[in-house]
Every structure is written in structure tokens, then in C-alpha cells.
């Protein structure tokens, strides 16, 4: 049975991206690259809410045709653009992005679904919305946290008042060169 992960970067206070939802506080170096890479060898299908699939969409693709692009994007680019991927909306007309599977309704059904398939896991990336909405539906089954030493002070929060509460177990952490803590949690 595959398992849902959630995998976000997040500031010290909790944050998953600036107010503007940008990453510019990120520790990312080569060492964490290679964690990134690792994880990615773990999934079986990309999931995002509406707003992380637009600037997916948006971006890897033009990545294949970069004449300027490095060896590594473009390889990302072209798993990312084979890769199936699932994206959660209620207002998305439609996801048109090669290889997308659009889901409206229906979400818990549609996630025991999703995880009864065979393969590798259902990793959402980022999507502080999405992910807020399926931690208080008890759909992710662990964690996989990259925790930056930074405190932003506002931004996008991954977890806020209106978070159940889960009692997680820690898996393994690591602490990186660049002072960025690994964290994996899953439900108990």
C-alpha cells in the first residue's frame, strides 16, 4: 500500500514560504540537493493543490527547451513532465499539464483509492493549502520536513490554529553542513 508524504521546506516558526510564497530562505546547497534527489527516487506521483501546480506547470516545461539550463534541471524537468501527477482543486476547470490527473470531490475516497494502487508513494510537495486541508482529514501518513534556520516572521504557514492534532514518531533526522535539520515523522 503506498503512503501519502507531505515534503515541505519550513522556516524555524513554521512557515513554508515568504508572504509572497517565495523560497528565497532557503539554506539550498548541494547537500541538500542530495537529500531532495533521494526523496524523489520515493515517488510514485507528485501531488499538488491548485496554487503549487500552476507554478509547476508553469515552469518545468520551459526548463526542456533552456538551451541555459544545468544537467540536473533539465533532468528534473523531464521527470517532472512524465511523471503522473495529481492535482487537488474544487475550482480548477482542468489540468491540462501531460500526465495530470485533476481531483474535485470526493477527496478521502479519492486518496484510499490513490494509496491502494501499487507503486511508489503519493508525495505532496509544498502546497501549504492542500497539505493544511489533508493533515485535518488524517490523509498524510508521514512527514518529510526540511527545517531551515531562519525565522521569518510571516509568511505562508504549513500548520496554524486550525490543525488537528496528530501524534507523530520520529523516523530519523539528520542535520546538514548547512545547519538545515531533516526531519521525518510518521503517524503513529
Excluded: C
Aim: glycine share 10%; hydrophobic share 40%; net charge negative.
Amino acid at each position: 500500500m503506498r503512503k501519502l508524504v507531505l515534503f515541505a521546506h519550513i522556516s524555524l516558526d513554521g512557515f513554508a514560504g515568504d508572504i509572497h510564497g517565495g523560497l528565497d530562505f532557503l539554506s539550498y546547497n548541494e547537500e541538500l540537493q542530495q537529500f531532495a534527489e533521494e526523496l524523489v527516487k520515493t515517488v510514485g506521483a507528485p501531488v499538488y493543490g491548485k496554487n503549487t501546480y500552476h507554478l509547476m506547470e508553469g515552469y518545468w516545461p520551459s526548463v526542456l527547451d533552456n538551451p541555459n539550463a544545468s544537467e540536473h534541471s533539465i533532468k528534473h524537468a523531464g521527470w517532472v513532465q512524465q511523471i503522473p501527477k495529481i492535482v487537488f482543486s474544487t475550482t480548477l476547470p482542468s489540468a491540462d499539464w501531460n500526465n495530470t490527473t485533476l481531483i474535485k470531490d470526493n477527496v478521502v475516497a479519492e486518496v484510499g483509492k490513490l494509496k491502494q494502487q501499487p507503486g511508489k508513494d503519493l508525495v505532496i510537495f509544498g502546497s501549504p493549502g492542500l497539505a493544511k486541508s489533508f493533515m485535518n482529514l488524517g490523509l498524510i501518513d508521514e512527514y518529510k520536513l526540511t527545517l531551515h534556520p531562519v525565522i521569518l516572521g510571516e509568511g505562508i504557514s504549513l500548520f496554524d490554529s486550525n490543525t488537528q492534532m496528530s501524534n507523530l514518531k520520529l523516523l530519523e533526522s539528520k542535520t546538514l553542513g548547512s545547519g538545515v535539520v531533516t526531519l521525518h515523522y510518521t503517524r503513529r
